[in-house]
Nanobody, 127 residues
Framework: QVQLVESGGGLVQTGGSLRLSCTAS????????MGWFRQAPGKEREFVAA????????YYADSAKGRFTISRDNAKNTVILQMNSLKPDDTAVYYC????????????????????WGQGTQVTVSS
């Protein structure tokens, strides 16, 4: 079992920034993908970004490119999502996810490819 805990959400104005963290605990693996997804009310869960724990290679949704940066601190088992230039359309609950048998391909954008999920953190961007 892997436990994931997100933090760092909140309320921010358009153009502002937020830094989300996801800390993993429990069973450890040497190679896996960590992803960030978001879900707005009435919408499906949407891929945001993913990172390979071993190589630090990254993969972004088009909506995140140029504004969001995903990074990891392996010593702390933590993945960071730095979000800049936030827009009201970014308002959602943000979830981190753990994928044991994934690679950074289109598969990493599919929620059902991930085995473990955090509880989510609310991000609200006011106009």
């Amino acid at each position: 079992q892997v436990q994931l805990v997100e933090s760092g959400g909140g309320l921010v104005q358009t153009g502002g920034s937020l830094r989300l963290s996801c800390t993993a605990s429990g069973r450890t693996f040497s190679s896996y993908i960590m992803g960030w997804f978001r879900q707005a009310p009435g919408k499906e869960r949407e891929f945001v970004a993913a990172i390979n724990r071993s190589t630090s290679s990254t993969y972004y949704a088009d909506s995140a490119k140029g504004r969001f940066t995903i990074s990891r601190d392996n010593a702390k088992n933590t993945v960071i999502l730095q979000m800049n230039s936030l827009k009201p359309d970014d308002t959602a609950v943000y979830y981190c996810a753990f994928g044991r048998y994934l690679s950074l391909t289109i598969a990493a954008t599919r929620p059902n490819e991930y085995q473990y999920w955090g509880q989510g953190t609310q991000v609200t961007v006011s106009s």
